[in-house]
């Protein structure tokens, strides 16, 4: 599996348990309060009971009273068995439901109860009150209240998920171009050195492998410096410095043999370094594309044009509009043109290209103030 | 010896291979596009015995490419080393997929394997008073018979194969002894002295120092 993908299933998953975690103990903390306060309502109940029952102003027929109250609680979904020093007044809770604490919740029937147990001295008789109050609700909403936290967290992850991996896999794919970029330079550099190293040679063939060496090392070093450009621009800050045309169209022209250039620009706002990058790549293109490559300042408008190839319709269509290329379309590897749009961004200038088979092709950059 | 027609448009890496495959005693082709591979291929189709051949080429990809060279046996030498690609490259009809950077060792192995597939592989090397059949593993010295052991064949057998390119130890024991000996590198230096003596190769099998072996011719 590719190394960014696993990266990105490690995250997701990390994501997904610290999400469901979190998701879980709210609900947790959200069952504990619910719980508590039903469990105080049973509390109040029986105490209710109680304090009623020490109320009684006629005790010549207490038990009949406690009796109607009972009665009372159970139309009200609480069951209770009172006893008066051992004799048993009321009988509600089922006799084979074992407990063994004060307070606790048993399950009868398939549903939850709380379950109180108490001795009151009432009046001086000794009371056993056993309250038994349905909670069967609070479960049911936990549940409900799950599943709705369930279906958060699965939207949740699918979003954060999509978002990720749109995420990663655009980090990759100019990460996965200037690897490929690096491939061949390296694989000159190794394979002379192994050339001079292993092989029976001459002098003349040493040198000549000696230069590819240097020849493609320098390559390299153009390429990561790239790589470090790319990674200043997905920061997105650039330094705004005033730069000679004139320099830079001489120093462009010095670098490429060939290159025609006219200027009259006196300077350009940007950053130097991404701006010689963006001239350097526009400039190689036309190079590789044709024979003539001609670099003109004028006005607000800096063209490079080349007499190669017209481009083709679709292709001029990425170039100017969609810059998202299908893997067939790229030549080479497309790295170059994303970087030159990403520079062209950042400086808030515009680029077009225009082609046909008489005029050649022509990159115009619009440089904004 | 093998005519091998390589297709790759970058030029430093054309000539490294070419260079390479001359060492070892094959001549070659080069083309710097597709469709100029093409054109080789059909100009030159019966000589040729295989092509090693880019994927990333400027005016059309080595998957189009290949399609126009059904009968020649490819090998891809590529930068692209993710999975699909090299399905990809096998599915559709190469040989062998070797990703760049590689060593020279390795490209040199992978196009003896791949000659070998097709018996197009040398079968008789010839040297001095030497000549010597890598296909029935028998030498002669002026017209009369070397005996060799079993691994001083094996040994020698490596040394022609990689002809003029230097040996290591360590790859002279793999490549003889096979990957399972885990023995002494001066057992190769006893080998050697003795191939040396027996075939009167003293000045041919030089000793490259702190490394290996070479076979120059």
Redesign the interface.
């Known amino acids: 599996m590719q190394l960014w993908k696993k990266n990105y299933l490690i995250t997701f998953l990390l994501f997904l348990l610290v999400l469901n975690t979190g998701l879980f103990c709210l609900s947790q903390v959200l069952f504990q309060n619910d719980l508590e306060r039903w469990m105080e309502m049973a509390l109040m109940g029986e105490q209710r009971f109680a304090y009623a029952v020490s109320e009684f102003e006629d005790t010549s027929d207490i038990n009949e009273q406690i009796k109607y109250i009972c009665r009372g609680y159970y139309t009200g979904n609480a069951r209770m068995t009172v006893l008066a020093n051992g004799e048993s007044i009321v009988n509600y809770v089922p006799a084979d439901l074992k407990f063994s604490y004060s307070a606790d919740i048993v399950t009868y029937s398939g549903r939850k109860y709380v379950l109180l147990h108490d001795t009151e001295e009432i009046q001086g008789k000794f009371y056993e009150i056993i309250y038994m109050e349905d909670i069967s609700q609070v479960y049911k909403e936990q549940k409900e209240r799950l599943a709705g936290l369930a279906c958060v967290s699965l939207m949740l992850a699918a979003i954060i998920g999509t978002m990720l991996y749109i995420t990663m896999k655009k980090i990759y794919k100019p990460v996965n171009h200037i690897a490929h970029e690096l491939r061949n330079p390296l694989t000159v550099i190794q394979g002379y050195g192994q050339y001079v190293q292993m092989g029976n040679i001459c002098g003349e063939d040493c040198f000549f492998a000696g230069q590819q060496i240097v020849k493609e090392a320098r390559t390299l070093a153009e390429r990561v410096d790239r790589l470090l450009i790319m990674g200043n621009l997905r920061e997105g800050t650039i330094r705004c410095l005033e730069i000679n045309a004139d320099t830079l169209f001489q120093e462009l022209k010095e670098s490429y043999e060939g290159l025609e250039t006219e200027n009259d620009i006196i300077s350009i706002t940007g950053d130097p370094n991404l701006i010689k990058c963006l001239f350097q790549n526009l400039i190689s293109n036309g190079k590789r594309a044709g024979e003539r490559v001609k670099l003109t300042g004028k006005g607000k408008y800096i063209t490079v044009w080349n007499d190669g190839k017209e481009i083709g319709e679709e292709e001029l269509r990425y170039l100017n509009k969609n810059h998202r290329w299908p893997r067939e379309t790229v030549k080479n590897n497309g790295f170059g043109i994303a970087l030159c749009y990403d520079i062209i961004k950042l400086h808030r200038w515009k680029m077009s290209y225009a082609s046909s088979r008489e005029e050649g092709t022509t990159v115009t950059i619009q440089i904004m103030e | 010896m093998a005519e091998i027609l390589i297709v790759e448009d970058?030029s430093?890496?054309n000539?490294?291979?070419r260079?390479?495959l001359t060492?070892t005693g094959h001549h070659c082709l080069q083309a710097y596009t597709g469709r100029e591979g093409v054109q080789l291929a059909q100009d030159n189709g019966c000589r040729i015995d295989l092509v090693l051949l880019d994927i990333?080429l400027?005016d059309m990809d080595g998957f189009q490419v290949i399609k126009e060279m059904r009968d020649l046996p490819v090998i891809y030498v590529t930068?692209?080393?993710?999975v699909p690609d090299r399905v990809r490259g096998l599915n559709s009809g190469a040989e062998d997929y070797i990703?760049?950077?590689?060593?020279?060792?390795e490209l040199i192995a992978r196009v003896q394997v791949v000659l070998r597939r097709f018996h197009k592989e040398e079968k008789l090397f010839y040297l001095k008073d030497l000549q010597v059949n890598l296909e029935e593993h028998v030498v002669y010295r002026r017209g009369k018979e070397v005996v060799l052991t079993n691994r001083e064949f094996r040994l020698l057998q490596a040394l022609i194969v990689n002809k003029?390119?230097?040996?290591s130890r360590s790859q002279l024991l793999d490549l003889a002894w096979g990957m399972d000996y885990f023995g002494d590198d001066r057992t190769v230096d006893v080998h050697i002295q003795r191939i040396r003596r027996k075939l009167g190769l003293e000045q041919q099998i030089?000793t490259?120092f702190k490394?290996g072996y070479?076979l120059?011719v």
């Open positions: 970058e430093g890496i000539e490294l291979i260079r390479t060492m990333n400027p930068a692209r080393d993710q990703v760049k950077p590689f060593a020279m060792e003029n390119i230097a040996l030089k490259i490394y070479r120059e």
